[in-house]
């Protein structure tokens, strides 16, 4: 899906915690996430914990839309 | 039951006429069976006939592509044949190339079955193995008598529009499309063979030879954040509370939209995943850690981003085909264009 | 380690008074089992229900399948760390009640469990089909949590696989197949011109519903780890597992593990199978870096010269699958894959999720996506609701003559990546 949308002329960050797939598939922006059964979360945490995680990747994400990118690459979280 | 009508397609060489120094002649239709048909004849026994054989030159037709096409197409109209067949062509590389260039014409232009047959790496096998069938054959003219038979019977199954099987049983070349056989062996058997060939430096042939993945070019970075609408997508499932459109939990054969307009936070009450593939208990306590809406609301609030787009898009990923994902995405992609949407959150499990 | 299976050939499963195997045919108590699977307060009622190959019987949704076996001599008893306690196995003789198994029913996820029919065109992508099998219909109590139904459903297949399992203690099996799993120097030593081969398998270990265990451990802890190849037959490993149901090993395969089989037939004739390496499928990028890399580093420490690898299941475990293999193959170890596909209904899709020119042995399990038409059946065990949202389902797949339209992908081991089946696809 990721590909479709970027030909169509929109950036798009992909946030996936596989990340090799990610690259197979040919994202170009790629934010890794946490787990498969809740990239953007964890369960083992507080709630405002959690939304703090989330904050940090999506966060993440929009710095991978501002930055120009020739090749995939992956935005490793700081 | 009368015999199915059959035209054949051959070279020069094949039809007596002579090697290279006649490959220039012109196409020409001959009511019957000519060289290799008199084998098609005797492997087609009561069930079809050849009765008129097209010639050409190699060189006239590569040469005179258009032309020779179109006379040849023009031979085809008026015979109106149930079944043509070309070749095959062994190595012979202007005829493979030939032989697939006129049925996939045949096939796409008048909607007639077509089989042809040729060596692997004819180049015409490259060339056309994914539009017509192409039984695989050696690469010289001493494998006609195996290659005649297997032609005749796929060409056969083709116009009786019987289920087509594996390339390896019914003997053509690997066209992208993945059929299901049972084999003689067991799996776990074929892999033990398969190493102990491996090891000792003998051929082997893989079951699922890996593919090539296409990149696309990345898109310009966005200057100003705060000015651009961002949409949310994911191939996790994530769908109103009832999964109102039935996304299957596996192998989606569609994708949602869904209006968020309003909606600032996603709870258990309201959002759940159709996905079958991952443990679902965590996306449906709370679908943020999925689709993060809660949070792009605040980033819409603090300014961060100009807006969230009022409809994300939604898929179960999985096994779900890369073909199905990818025409969903083109879809909605022209909406999110049309709704001027300028960059994409894309989120997956 | 030396192995003898002694397999027990069951004609015939009949309800009774007494349990007992008498002349090749499995008498069943169902009383005394519904009261032991009854000391377990998370459920509700069980039935139990016998359905033999042919007959017009369509089970589902299944959980697991497991073949009853006992320990008769040698140290532990089958099932170690879950059903009896932990102590090494896969030594010594063990009787194996062959033909026979037992199927256990229940809707922990609604659409993780896979159907098997005993006759018509479904009965010939599933190996459950041809044995014999005693049907246990769970119903669990009221709001019980997924997570508690799914442990509590496994451990009652594994206890009466076990109870009934130990009718065959005192029986003469039919046929006694010897295994040999020899220290790796000896083995090395015995056989010094043979190519040293391992077999890596990868184990489903995505999330509470998706587990396997060994020996009592649920293996998404687990560093990449060995074992006797023999340990495998006396119950080491175990499925815990809702997942898609035709690439999901039920306990049955992992018992009755092909590979090992066929590796074993082999052995000492074309290649030396002295390795057996157990690896994980988890959810974190960490977890499939550093177990990947640890499946490695065994098999270049112990030298091996060719590896089968299996995978567990689809989607990201595909890229466990290539790590793997990628990995493996740089540290100059020959391998061949086992996998599985999902190449769309047309079949004209990319297969995996993930793809590496390293992986140039494949062997294919079948297209998951192939869509099948199952006819009416008459009888049904468990219940048919789920059948639309089952994987591999579709909304209106069910037609007024309660015929069945789905893809192989929601019959149980229709796929199976351990390359139990004939099934394949080009």
């Known amino acids: ?78 | ?349 | 380690m030396n192995l003898k299976l002694g397999y027990i050939q069951i004609r015939d499963i009949q309800f009774a008074k007494t349990s007992a195997i008498k002349d090749g045919v499995l008498n069943v108590n169902a009383k005394e089992l519904e009261a032991l699977v009854l000391e377990d307060e998370n459920f509700a009622s069980v039935k139990f229900d016998i359905a033999r190959p042919g007959e017009s019987v369509r089970i589902m949704p299944v959980k697991d399948v497991i073949e009853p076996r006992v320990k008769v001599s040698g140290d532990g008893d089958i099932f170690p760390g879950m059903i009896s306690k932990v102590q090494t196995v896969g030594s010594g003789v063990t009787h194996v009640l062959k033909g026979a198994a037992i199927v256990t029913t229940g809707q922990v996820v609604g659409f993780q469990e896979g159907i098997i029919d005993m006759t018509g065109l479904g009965a010939e992508y599933t190996p459950f089909s041809k044995t014999l099998n005693l049907v246990v219909d769970f119903t669990p109590i009221k709001n019980l949590t997924p997570h508690k139904y799914e442990e509590s459903l496994r451990k009652a297949g594994l206890r009466i696989a076990y109870e009934i399992g130990k009718l065959g203690k005192e029986i003469t099996p039919d046929e006694v197949k010897e295994y040999e799993f020899l220290p790796l120097l000896e083995s090395i030593a015995k056989y010094p011109n043979l190519p040293k081969v391992g077999y890596v398998q990868m184990l489903q270990s995505q999330g509470l519903l998706h587990d396997t265990y060994v020996y009592g451990i649920d293996m998404k802890l687990s560093l990449t780890t060995m074992l006797s190849p023999t340990e495998v037959f006396d119950g080491a490993i175990l499925s815990g597992n809702c997942v898609s149901a035709c690439d999901k090993n039920t306990t049955y395969h992992h018992q009755n593990n092909p590979v090992i089989e066929d590796l074993f037939e082999q052995h000492g004739k074309t290649l030396n199978f002295c390795a057996m390496i157990i690896t994980n499928e988890n959810v974190f990028l960490m977890d499939k870096q550093r177990s990947s890399d640890w499946t490695a580093k065994l098999t270049k420490y112990l030298g091996l010269d060719g590896a089968i690898i299996s995978q567990e299941g689809f989607g990201n475990p595909d890229t466990d699958l290539i790590m793997n293999c990628k990995k493996v193959e740089e540290a100059g170890v020959k391998t061949v894959i086992i996998t599985d596909e999902y190449a769309g209904r047309e079949g004209t899709s990319q297969s995996l999720a993930d793809a590496d020119p390293a992986a140039d042995a494949v062997v294919t399990g079948g297209n998951a996506n192939q869509v099948i038409t199952l006819p009416p059946l008459k009888k049904i065990i468990g219940s048919i609701g789920h059948v639309e949202k089952i994987a591999g389902g579709f909304k209106g797949n069910m037609a007024k003559d309660g015929s069945i339209t789905v893809e192989i992908q929601a019959i149980i081991g229709a796929t199976n990546e351990l390359g139990f089946n004939r099934l394949s696809a080009r």
Do not use: W
């Not at chain 2, 020069?12 to 019957?32: C, T, V």
């Not at chain 2, 004819?122 to 056309?128: I, L, Q, R």
């Not at chain 2, 965590?282 to 605040?298: G, I, K, S, T």
């Open chain 2, 1 to 349: 039951m009368s015999k199915l009508k059959v035209i054949h397609y051959i070279n020069q060489f094949y039809a007596g006429i002579g090697g290279e120094e006649k490959a220039d002649i012109k196409p020409e239709l001959r009511e019957g069976a000519v060289g290799p048909g008199a084998a098609f004849t005797a492997a087609f026994g009561d069930k079809a006939q050849i009765t008129h054989t097209i010639i050409c030159g190699d060189s006239y037709f590569n040469e005179n592509l258009e032309k020779a096409k179109k006379e040849i197409l023009g031979f085809v109209k008026k015979v109106k044949p149930d079944l043509f067949i070309a070749g095959p062509a062994f190595n012979a590389g202007r005829y493979g190339v030939a032989c697939g260039t006129i049925c996939d014409l045949v096939q796409s232009e008048l909607g007639i079955p077509v089989i042809t047959g040729m060596y692997r790496e004819n180049p015409g096998a490259e060339m056309f193995k994914n539009s017509v069938y192409i039984v695989e054959t050696n690469n010289s003219a001493v494998d006609m008598r195996n290659a005649v038979p297997k032609m005749a019977k796929l060409g056969l199954k083709i116009v009786k529009k019987e289920p087509i099987g594996a390339s390896i049983e019914d003997g053509y070349l690997p066209n992208g499309v993945r059929v299901n056989f049972f084999d003689t062996d067991r799996g776990s058997k074929r892999a033990v063979d398969m190493l102990v060939k491996k090891l000792a430096g003998k051929p082997f042939t893989t079951e699922y030879p890996m593919p090539d993945f296409e990149k696309v070019p990345p898109n310009k970075a966005i200057k100003d954040m705060s000015k651009v609408t961002v949409a949310l997508v994911t191939s996790g499932g994530i769908v109103p509370y009832g999964n109102p459109d039935h996304i299957e939990s596996s192998s989606a054969s569609k994708y949602g939209e869904y209006d968020i307009t309003g909606v600032m936070d996603l709870t258990e009450s309201t959002y759940e995943t159709a996905h079958g593939g991952y443990d679902p208990v965590y996306a449906n306590q709370d679908a943020d850690r999925v689709l993060p809406v809660d949070v792009l609301r605040e980033f819409e609030k603090e300014g961060k981003i100009g807006k969230l787009h009022h409809k994300f898009y939604t898929t179960t990923g999985n096994g779900t085909s890369t073909k199905s994902s990818k025409a969903f995405a083109k879809e909605f992609a022209q909406k999110l264009l049309y709704d001027k949407v300028g960059a994409v959150i894309l989120t997956s499990t």
């Open chain 1, 1 to 78: 899906m990721v590909k479709e949308v970027e030909r169509a002329g929109i950036p798009v960050v992909h946030i996936c915690t596989v990340t090799p797939i990610s690259m197979t598939v040919g994202a170009n922006r790629i934010v890794p996430a946490i787990a498969i059964p809740y990239p953007l979360g964890n369960p083992t945490k507080s709630m405002e914990e959690e939304k703090q995680i989330r904050r940090k990747i999506l966060l993440r994400s929009l710095e991978a839309l501002s930055m120009e990118v020739s090749e995939q690459t992956i935005f490793e979280m700081k």
